[in-house]
């Protein structure tokens, strides 16, 4: 939700103003225009597009570097090439921690690009976000605050129940700008002298600065865990998923019977499989294979009631995939993790 209401604040606004419109663009104006993504940014990105009627053509997706982060170059080359083409480029949509592997996108290159460019800035933080909560790890998210729009998700990394999301924006203005609407059964009593309206300017009405009008209290949790544990104690949970990942990182390069990708997680998620012939005895039994066991090790460790992993796909192949963000986590975890799968995945 988040992400679909950055991308429609981009396009009515900051579209519209690069096509000279006094309206919101819609319908043929959307045609020849580019919003540029990672080939690993959250689904919702192509998602809003398709919901806000853009023809598909409009979302690029840019291929990630070896370590599957959004880099500034080839970004600037595709907007070249565009601009070249006639095309106009509105939006760059990067990642502060991937679903896939947690990587986080080169932000402070993407915002000097896009501050060149003329491009909306739109920062997708919905799990590495929280990483600003700590002084230690806050340098592995940078430049979230010149971003134009930035979304966060507390249900990931601040540690809360499902659903709560949220969009930051530079401009609050943007919001009302976007979303307002005055129903005209919306009313209430108003002072003397005008017309009433219980919804007037400067009061905070949700309904008029987002998709939702109805909308349950999801922010009182938040507030509550935020008021407990403050931002320091916040920060230092995350400090420890971070710490279990990289734990769990430095025994896979340790072992001969395990691999990660990448070798070092950026935040909390871990990429790994498990090899049972060892490093050596893997290239003989094939790359098939070793993607059919994965499969299979990820269903046997569900069945077992001892773990939860899920598997992706990174580079064409299969790969169990951890990630930490529970506070209850410990190194003993990642041991005993370790251990099932060997257990289970060795015949």
Excluded at 290 to 304: F, K, N, P
Aim: charged residues 25%; aromatic residues 6%.
């Amino acid at each position: 939700m988040a992400n679909l209401m950055a991308v429609t604040i981009a396009r009515d606004l900051h579209l519209g103003r690069l096509l000279g419109l006094d309206h919101p663009p819609r319908g043929s104006d959307l045609e020849r225009t580019r919003l540029y993504v990672s080939d690993q940014a959250h689904f919702s990105v192509k998602r809003a597009i398709s919901v806000l009627g853009m023809p598909d053509e409009t979302l690029l997706a840019v291929p990630a570097d070896e370590r599957f982060r959004l880099q500034a170059e080839p970004v600037a080359e595709a907007v070249a090439r565009d601009r070249a083409k006639g095309l106009v480029p509105w939006a760059i949509v990067a990642t502060a921690g991937t679903t896939n592997t947690g990587s986080v996108d080169a932000l402070a290159d993407l915002a000097d690009l896009a501050q060149r460019e003329g491009l909306w800035l739109h920062i997708d933080a919905a799990y590495g976000g929280a990483a600003r909560l700590t002084a230690r790890d806050a340098g592995r998210v940078p430049a979230l605050e010149r971003a134009d729009s930035v979304t966060i998700d507390p249900h990931k990394w601040f540690f809360q129940a499902y659903d709560i999301g949220g969009l930051l924006v530079r401009d609050g203005s943007h919001l009302e700008a976007t979303f307002s609407s005055r129903p005209e059964y919306y009313r209430g009593g108003g002072s003397p002298g005008r017309a009433p309206d219980a919804h007037g300017s400067g009061e905070l009405d949700f309904y008029r600065l987002g998709l939702e009008g109805t909308r349950r209290f999801r922010a009182l949790k938040l507030w509550l865990s935020w008021k407990h544990l403050g931002t320091r104690g916040l920060g230092r949970l995350v400090e420890m998923n971070d710490d279990i990942a990289a734990a769990l990182a430095r025994k896979i390069a340790a072992s001969d019977d395990f691999e990660a990708c990448p070798t070092e997680p950026e935040l909390s998620v871990v990429c790994f499989r498990h090899l049972p012939d060892g490093r050596d005895g893997s290239d003989q039994v094939g790359r098939d294979a070793i993607d059919v066991h994965q499969d299979a090790l990820q269903g046997a460790l569900e069945r077992s009631g001892r773990g939860f992993l899920t598997t992706t796909r990174l580079r064409g192949r299969t790969w169990l995939r951890a990630g930490i963000l529970n506070y209850l986590a410990s190194e003993a975890d990642i041991d005993t993790l370790l251990d099932d799968l060997r257990l289970l995945g060795t015949p």
